[in-house]
């Protein structure tokens, strides 16, 4: 069974810039979950989607946005990139509802802005 | 104050030694528990779930949930240098979905 895919891999920014990040779910997987990764502050949660809706959102500011698609295919965008964007952003995913089972993440995709 | 505190390490063990990562929280109203380990450049992979307090066993790994003390643990027994990554603890609540809370995660490099 594969695992959370996401893509692309790795990409380099310019500040100022805007970056979509995509991830691919378990198959059979409803809930999508995005964190991002820095050395400084660890793993934060950015936002939780479940059938296509908007479920949880961090404390991140609205430069920050998702969506899920009916095949529960999510994506994430952050436009006007900052140097503190710079992170390893991941993609989890589970089989139930929110607040329910095991969250499986992907190997993440890591972003540079310069 | 975080609500997840960690000890970052680096923890550094020979082979076959038994390893204990703790991790403490402010939060009552966190119910599961999890331990992820996370290898260089690699997304976190899912060792332990466990819900409210006690114990939960899975061959060389066991994780203690003590709800009265907030505190967690993971013990792996006779370590092996392939448990060599960053051991990261996370919790969430009834009602903060799949809104993990993270502790920095503790290094551990298991010496052959």
């Known amino acids: 069974k594969a695992g959370v895919t996401q893509t692309p891999r790795y990409l380099i920014k310019t500040r100022g810039q805007q970056v979509t990040l995509s991830c691919s779910p378990i198959?059979?997987?409803?809930?999508v979950s995005w964190y991002q990764q820095t050395p400084g502050q660890g793993l934060q949660f950015l936002f939780e989607?479940?059938?296509?809706?908007?479920?949880n959102k961090g404390n991140f500011p609205g430069r920050f946005s998702g969506r899920q698609f009916s095949n529960s295919r999510s994506e994430m965008n952050v436009s006007t990139l900052e140097l503190g964007d710079s992170a390893l952003y991941l993609c989890?995913?589970?089989?139930?509802?929110?607040?329910?089972?095991?969250?499986?993440f992907g190997e993440g995709s890591r972003l540079t802005v310069l | 104050q975080k609500e997840v505190e960690q000890d970052p390490g680096p923890l550094s063990v020979p082979e076959g030694a038994i390893v204990s990562l703790n991790c403490t929280y402010s939060?009552?109203?966190?119910?599961?528990f999890m331990w992820y380990r996370q290898y260089s450049r690699k997304g976190p992979e899912l060792l332990m779930y466990?819900?409210?307090?006690g114990n939960k066993e899975d061959g060389r790994f066991t994780a203690q949930v003590d709800k009265s003390s907030k505190y967690i643990s993971l013990f792996i027994r006779d370590s092996q240098p392939s448990d060599s990554a960053t051991y990261l603890c996370?919790?969430?609540?009834?009602?903060?979905?799949?809104?993990?809370?993270f502790g920095t995660g503790t290094r551990l490099a298991v010496r052959p």
């Open positions: 989890a995913s589970k089989a139930g509802g929110p607040g329910t089972g095991e969250l499986f």
């Open positions: 198959s059979g997987h409803r809930s």
């Open positions: 989607y479940f059938s296509e809706t908007q479920r």
């Open positions: 939060n009552s109203a966190f119910q599961y």
């Open positions: 466990t819900y409210s307090s």
């Open positions: 996370a919790m969430s609540g009834q009602s903060s979905g799949d809104k993990l809370t």
